[in-house]
DNA sequence: TATTTAAGCGCC
DNA sequence: AAAGGGCGCTTAAATA
């Protein structure tokens, strides 16, 4: 394992070691300190105010071990109390149950059990919340935090896992802490947007004018004046009624269509969905005191990227409506995404030294956006190569590979780009190649693929079986090609954002989390921090401080580069 | 009528 | 012959 994986993830010295769990039970909650190895400190004991407790403990350090971040955290810093570090007990033990690093721990080999289970909010949401059939609860916090010290100090590499847990649960702490500080939002803005677009605000069920007319013109070319635009199968009707020819809706389909109808039919389409997505209704839900709140779930997908739950669809916000995040008065958005980032993964995972100068800054490739940028641009780097020979042609070929594309221009730019980078292509192939014979797959830092599917042969199959489960087995392998990068990819930006929150939590001052530079956005390879104008330049120092951080602590000295493109906006829409 | 599924499209 | 990974949300359509 390379340097660094030692370090703590938010770029703290390790004092003291303790960890301090809170229990909820019959007599209220409980709290227990015990050292690193697991020893209690004390006897556990009753709190009765429990902002106060934390806020008072927490001038030691400790990490706080509980279930589940997202039942403690909010009402926390909903008192003012802000905690530095904790252990998610639910989001680890979803991570150890599943790692080949802890094949052959106890927990792997445990039944399933109640911390198993999704958060409570979640297993109401799925109806499954009187599970009657429930095994009994092996423990409480006290026993899990135990049995996961355990299951992690006979890991092959307590470390590698460590460093995942830590930014796994730091992760959970700034889900919340993003949560609770919102998004600056300008519903003024946005109306001002949506009314450009639509026209004025209309009466609930009614169309926008704007709508309205591009409808009136569809309807009166195809002839159809009682076409439902919002129906998928009517406007295929009314499509083929007047002689257009159409496989779907879609609007990729229609695209190709080459008729005076489809212009406005896809403006409509356009601006039917920003309706119903993002519209007025969306801003009357989603943001109160000008502040959106969005709703993310850390490791809510199997790769290990985030998930978002509510209707504000946190992952999902338009660029389209992204003007209406406007910095308040005297303040600005840092706005920095990660440049090609699963790209540079895939280097970096597979050790490609020619992939990793390609993504070396020189003469040639030099990342131009962003005076202070370092690292070049791989897909320019790819082409200096020789390889492909546009940069269109190397951004489509880098991610054919990573997705398993075989067609198309990805699958005809493929051999060329093996050729030049075997270790890097071969590295994806064999993990797809695991996925397809039903083997599971890691990330950098243990996190593993679910079991497949994936079923061996068996001779009594049909012929139709047959060719069903090759389907599948390509399927899957896909999936387990695509597994490695981008579950990697979320693990540098884990790294990346638990080592900024830290930063910025050093140079901050003493106040409030909201008081000072604070994140306030994250999508998957971006992050946003809303901070006092003055403060701007030095954010984005600590952005790119913690970008390299994060480099060394998942590739050690590989010289792998991850530059960013920062920009220092009033609003998130100036930022590309 | 209530709930589930599918289509379509937004993000990375 | 074709063969692109991961999500969530809204609306319409299908089903219970």
Redesign the pocket.
Known sequence: MPKGHGADVAGSRQTGGVYAVLSRGPGGITLSEFDKDGRPLKPGRTVEHLATEVARLERDRPRWVWDDTSTWYPGLLRAGVRVERCVDLRLCRAILRNSALAAASELAAAPPDAWDKATPDARASS?ALFDLDEPESTGGPVEEFARQRRTIAATSDPARIGLLLAAESAGALIAAEMRFAGLPWSSAEHDRMLTVLLGPRPRAGERPTRMLSLLERVRTILGAPDL?P?????V?KALAAAGIPAE?????ELQKIDHPVIGPLLEY??LA?LL??NGW??LD?NVTGERFHP?F?PG????G?W???????A??????VRGAVIADPGWKLVVA?AAQ?EPRILAALSGDRGMIEAGTADDCNLVTVGAASSGGDLYAGIVASGAVDTREHAKVAM??AM??????E??RLLPRLARTYPRAIAFVEEAARAGERGETVSTRLGRSSPRGAVTGYDETATEADTSKRRTQS??WG??T???VV?GTAAEWALCWMAGLRGRLRAFGGDGFLTDEPHLVFF????VVVHCPADRADAVETEIRAAAADAGRLLFGRLPIEFPLTVAIVDNYGEAK
């Open positions: 109806g439902n919002d129906s998928p199968p009517d295929l779907s809706s879609r609007s990729w389409k356009k969905r119903s997505a209704n969306w839900a709703d779930v809510g997908v199997v790769t990227r998930a978002s739950k509510g209707g504000g669809g992952l999902q916000l338009p660029k389209q995404d980032l991610l054919g997705y398993g594309a075989t067609s198309g990805a699958g390509k399927s896909r999936f090609r695509n597994f981008q999508l998957h390879d971006e």
